[in-house]
């Protein structure tokens, strides 16, 4: 079956530090890959969708220079939080579409705590 | 825009209890409807789908049925267990051809089971 590795599971970083999640699709190739960030007993809320090779398309509200998305392959798909602040500490999932089918398969998750 | 209502949480329920957890949507044209669940510290799985109107969706026990005149895609099982204890979120996809389509996530409802 279709798999996602999302790495690392959890993290900690200091305050003004950045810090990259990884999405793999470990057994088939994702053209799209959408990030989500969680807050505590709350729902998803997608962040951004992205595209290999091209752009990633962002949601309203959710600022482009502060959370960088790539998606240079067909596997992999990395959300990089940039100078991070304590208020986004947040749970962090992917999913990922396969290409030419249709149905979603979801990370693990990133639980980020930033100090 | 299309949108997902699901009943609030948390529901607790006795083990072999009949369990209804609600869930409406707002979609326009014909959506896809998902239930996830997330347990303690993962990320999401899908538990059931169902793509078009009268469809049921079922697993582990768990059943959805697709009613358009309703509205609704309310999940149901017959005779709970401890390990049913999770959040579970219901979701629902449009069907865009030109690209990728977005899941749009309910609240999410916490179900804990007492033994």
């Known amino acids: 079956g279709a798999v996602v590795s999302q790495h690392p599971s959890w993290v900690i970083c200091k305050s003004g530090t950045s810090v990259k999640i990884e999405c793999r699709s470990l057994?088939?190739?994702?053209?799209?890959m959408f990030w989500y960030r969680q807050f505590p007993k709350q729902s998803l809320m997608l962040m951004a969708t992205?595209?290999?090779?091209?752009?990633?398309?962002?949601e309203q509200g959710v600022e482009k220079d502060k959370f960088l998305i790539n998606h240079a392959s067909l596997t992999l798909s990395t959300l990089t939080v940039t100078s991070a602040h304590p208020e986004d500490s947040s749970f962090y999932i992917c999913?990922?579409?396969?290409?030419?089918?249709?149905?979603?398969?979801f990370g693990s998750g990133t639980r980020l705590t930033v100090v | 825009g299309n949108s997902v209502t699901q009943m609030e949480g948390p529901v607790t329920l006795s083990e072999e209890a009949f369990l209804t957890i609600n869930c409406t949507y707002t979609a326009t044209g014909y959506p896809s409807l998902f239930w996830y669940v997330q347990y303690p510290g993962e990320g999401l799985q899908l538990l059931l789908k169902?793509?078009?109107?009268?469809d049921k969706g079922s697993n582990k026990g768990f059943e959805a049925t697709y009613r358009k005149e309703t509205t609704s895609f309310h999940l149901e099982k017959g005779s709970v267990q401890v390990s049913d204890s999770a959040v579970y979120f219901c979701a629902l996809s449009d069907r865009r051809r030109s690209s990728a389509s977005k899941i749009i996530f309910g609240s999410g409802t916490r179900l804990s089971i007492r033994p």
């Open positions: 992205s595209n290999e090779g091209s752009k990633a398309t962002y």
């Open positions: 169902a793509t078009k109107a009268d």
């Open positions: 057994d088939f190739q994702a053209t799209t």
């Open positions: 999913s990922a579409l396969r290409t030419g089918r249709w149905g979603y398969t």
